[in-house]
Each structure stands twice: as C-alpha cells, then as structure tokens.
C-alpha cells in the first residue's frame, strides 16, 4: 500500500536530507519532482497544486533550528502537508444517536459494500459491544440479499430475515422497525450498487435515506479506481449526501492517490479503509499514520519535532541574556509579544496563576487580548531592520508611515517605543544588579517551563515568591506609564488575599508599559 509513492518520495526527500544548505532553487527542484510523484500515483491536479504551494511557502519561510538540517526541515513540512491533506484527525464512525443508529452504506457495483457492511457489523459487535442488525436492500443483483446472510453467519451479525418481492424501501422500514423492536443499537443497510452512477440508483438512494434517516451515509469506494472513486464521492455527495467514506482495497493499492485526493477534494472525511478480503481486513484511517507510512520517514519527523521543542527553550535562554545585558531591541520585543500570544495572550498567562482565571473575560473585554499584540507586531514588522535594532532612530514622518503601514497611528508607535525603552531600562538595570538572569529573566524560562520545556522552575511559572521584593518593585516602578501593555499593579488588586491585594480588579491600567507587578507577593508566608 503506497509502496510506488514512498519510494518516489523517499528518493527525492533523501537527496534533500544530508545536505549543509538548501538553495530555494534546491527545494523547488525537490518540489517539482514531488509534484510528478503524487501525479503519478493518480492525486488530483488541484490537491497536487494546494500541496506543492503551501509546502514551498512553508519550506521557504521555515525558520532554521540549530542541529536540524534544512532538508530534514522540509521531511517535516511534507509530512505535516500530507497529514493535512488526508484531513488531521481520525474520525470514526458516529453513533451518537438514539438507537437505532442506522448507518446507510452506498457504492457502486463490486465496490465492496457488502463485505464492507459486514466488516463494519463484526467491529462494533466485538470492540464496542453494540448489537447489530444488518440488512441487504440489493434485490436487483439475485444473490446479493443471500450474500449478506451469509456473511452474517459467518461473523455472528443478526440479518434482517428475506422477504422476497419487497422492494428496497420497504426493506429499509421494516429494518428500521426490526431494530427498533429488537431493542438494536445499529441497523446497517447494505444498499444495491449499479455498474454506474445513473438517475434510477440515486432515486432509490433519496428514498431510502428519506425512510430510514440514516444518521450515517458512508460511501464504499474502491481505492484502485483512483481519481474515479473521488469523482464518485463528489456525485454521491452532491446527490444523496454522504457523511463518510470507506475507501476499499487498499492492500493492493500501491498508488494511493485516491486515499490522498479523497478529504481534499469532498471535504468529507476517510473513515475506515479495506485491507483485505477478511472479515477482520478493516483499519480505522489515521491521517498521521497514513502520511508515516506513505513517507517512511519517522525518525526524521520526530527528530525536528524534538528540535523545535528545544530550541523555544533555547531562544528563552537567549532572551534573558539579551535582557540582562540590557540589549533589547524592537525584535526581541517582537519576540518577546509573540511567546505571550503563544502563552494565550495576556488572558493565557495571567490564566495560569491562581485565583486569576476568573479575569480572563475582564481582561479580554478590556481589549489587552491578542488583538494588541497583533497590533504591536504589525508596527514591528513595518520598520526597517535598522529602525528594529535602533529604534532611537525613528522620525516623525517614518512614524506617520509606518503606521499607514500597519494600520495604527503614530500615538500606538509612540506607545509602543515608549514601552521598548522602559523594558530596556529595566532589563538593564536588573542585569546589573541581577543575579540568576535577572527577574526577567527567570520569567522566561518559567514560561519555557510552562509550555513543557526543559529550564522552567517551580512546574513553571515564574515562582514570584522566591523574588526578591525590591527587584519586583524596582521593576514595577520603572514600568509605570506609557506603553500598550496592561498594568498589573491594578490587577492584581483582584488577587485573593493569599497572593496580595484585596477588591477588585481596576482594569486596565493601560498605561502601564511593562505590567507593573507592584501587587505581586514578595515572601510567601
Ligand atoms: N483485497 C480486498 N478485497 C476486498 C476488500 N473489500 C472487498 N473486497 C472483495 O471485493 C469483492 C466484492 O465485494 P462485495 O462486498 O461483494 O462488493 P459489493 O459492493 O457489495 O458488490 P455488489 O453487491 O455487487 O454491489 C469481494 O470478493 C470482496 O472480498 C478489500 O478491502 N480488499
């Protein structure tokens, strides 16, 4: 399964892996070739497009991790693509509804649609414990209501007993009744396939779902037919509207294109997939493990993941270095608003102390929410890179410009300096007098902590109480006035009384540049 587009893929990805230095021209040429594998192996054009773009976006822009080469960067950038094309997460089959749940199976002739229904009985009788009635509505195909007896013998599933000369939609009510009556937790109808989707097959289809209410509708395709079977699904879609796909026969597709247009080009999701003719031959889809398998490439996956995890540690090393040695500049102000967005924005942060997750709402209706750090890092990302390591340098005229550019007005900018030059202040003068990276500085790694990194201290968050009083205040007092960022000092009033403070929160401060943490205990009792 997949076989012919691991290698394809495999041998282009290697080539990339073991160099030094990546040119764009390097990874455009890498993506062309990815683009012939994945035409190859029968992905429709415009799922081949959306990925090759978004991967070369993505491989471009990607920033570089220390002890990661740039190729096995672009391992991973093509394996969270193709985990995203084949639709993220592994959704099964919803039963969550009154019973009977009734799950409608629909397909074209030979698909696998009976093998399948039976399959499907046999998993929720043994793994969920479910009693299951199934039932064949095929009365044009002879054999094809015996068929299923049959396999429901074989498997231990309850069949609908055969009453010759009722047609499909009769058969579907008194199924539904059976169920019903019978005290069933799933009815599965095995409908009649044709050679060809034509108007007579999609009449009965809308009848029967009409009947029966089918709480699902899963098409059963069959993965050797390709771009056919995504083309199947967007008609039956269109037509009778289906929740799910099984994709059949995928132990001899070596191809896989169908699997990987499927969720791309209907939006509907891959639920379960055919391995074989067995009674047992039936996996859930797992998107991850599906691109595992089609890109072989574990190690190097895991590997960048593990990078990227060390290097936010890393960068908060740096930063409180940086802090202490008083040079801070506009990018690491950047820096510094984005780990608080990814902390959940100031909400976030303030969200992980106790007694304070109940402000979450005041704070975010106060507008300090992630729409101003937006705002800030839009002013940022205007400067040039010579205003961002100097911002001392900053004319009226570029202010007027660079708020154009971001969509503030010269009062946010001035705001925002105004902030940088205080925290710089502060990060200057407890580098001097600092010990251990400074207040600041055990902030950051606290927060590292926080997101599961290695270097934070008590579980993470910054351990205020083993502060030293004067550091929090001297901090506090430097960081009045000015700025966008909210003034803590008035916060944490709110807090309750075993973290200082009484009354509520007088929010915002807004003024403040730096959060003034004037409220913050000093010793713990
Ligand atoms: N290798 C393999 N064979 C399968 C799979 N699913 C079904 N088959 C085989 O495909 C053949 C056709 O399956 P059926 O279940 O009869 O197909 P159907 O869609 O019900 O066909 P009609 O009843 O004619 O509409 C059978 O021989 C199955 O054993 C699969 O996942 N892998």
Redesign the pocket.
């Known amino acids: 399964m997949f076989d012919s587009l691991q290698d394809r893929l495999g041998s282009i990805l290697n080539g990339l892996t073991g160099r030094g230095a990546l040119s764009e021209k390097d990874v455009n040429a890498a993506l062309r070739e990815v683009r012939r594998a994945l035409l190859e192996a029968d992905v429709a054009l415009e799922v081949v497009r959306g990925f090759t773009d978004r991967v070369r976006d993505k491989a471009v822009g990607a920033e570089l991790l220390k002890s990661i080469k740039p190729g096995q960067m672009v391992v991973k950038i093509v394996h969270d693509e193709l985990v995203a094309t084949l639709g993220e997460t592994q959704e099964p089959i919803d039963l969550n509804a009154p019973a009977p749940v009734v799950l409608m199976m629909v397909?074209?002739?030979?698909?696998?649609?009976?093998?399948?229904?039976a399959k499907i009985a046999k998993r929720l009788t043994d793994r969920q414990r479910k009693k299951v009635l199934m039932a064949s509505l095929?009365t044009r195909?002879p054999a094809?209501q015996e068929?299923l007896k049959v396999l429901g013998e074989q498997t231990g599933v309850t069949t609908l007993p055969i009453i010759a000369g009722q047609d499909p939609v009769a058969i579907a009510s008194r199924a539904k009744e059976a169920g019903k009556l019978g005290g069933y937790d799933v009815v599965i109808l095995?409908t009649?396939?044709r050679t060809h989707i034509d108007e007579p097959l999609m009449v009965e289809m809308a009848e029967i779902k009409a009947r029966a209410a089918p709480h699902e509708i899963l098409l059963?395709a069959d993965s050797l037919t390709g771009q056919d079977a995504v083309n199947l699904a967007r008609s039956f879609d269109e037509r009778v509207g289906i929740t799910g796909i099984v994709l059949?026969?995928?132990?001899?597709d070596g191809r896989g294109g169908a699997a990987l247009s499927m969720r791309a080009v209907t939006g509907k999701p891959i639920k379960l997939?055919?391995?074989?003719?067995k009674m047992d031959?039936?996996e859930d889809f797992h998107p991850a493990r599906i691109a595992d398998r089609i890109l072989g490439m574990g190690d190097i996956v895991s590997l960048v993941e593990r990078a990227a995890e060390n290097i936010d540690a890393e960068k908060a090393a740096a930063m409180a270095k940086k802090m202490q040695s008083g040079k801070f500049d506009m990018n690491d102000l950047a820096d510094q608003i984005r780990q608080m967005q990814k902390m959940g924005g100031m909400g976030g942060m303030l969200g992980m102390l106790p007694g304070i997750g109940k402000m979450k709402d005041q704070i975010a209706a106060a507008g300090l929410d992630d729409k101003l750090f937006k705002r800030q890092l839009a002013i940022i990302s205007s400067m040039t890179a010579a205003e961002r390591k100097n911002p001392g340098i900053l004319k009226n005229s570029r202010k007027k410009r660079i708020a154009s550019g971001s969509g503030t007005s010269a009062a946010d900018i001035n705001k925002l300096l105004k902030m940088h030059r205080q925290m710089a202040d502060v990060m200057k003068a407890m580098g001097k007098g600092g010990k251990g990276g400074g207040m600041m500085g055990r902030m950051v790694s606290g927060l590292a902590g926080k997101m599961g990194l290695p270097g934070g201290g008590m579980g993470g968050m910054p351990d205020l109480s083993k502060m030293d009083p004067k550091e929090i205040e001297a901090l506090a007092k430097a960081a009045q006035g000015g700025g966008g960022m909210p003034d803590l000092s008035a916060l944490s009033k709110g807090l309750p009384s075993g973290l200082g403070g009484s009354g509520l929160p007088g929010l915002p401060g807004g003024r403040g540049g730096l959060p003034g943490l004037s409220g913050f205990p000093g010793k713990k009792k």
């Open positions: 397909g074209l002739q030979g698909s696998g649609k009976t093998t399948t229904s095929d195909r094809a068929q095995d009649a396939g059963v059949t026969r995928v132990d001899g997939i055919g391995t074989g003719e031959a039936l």
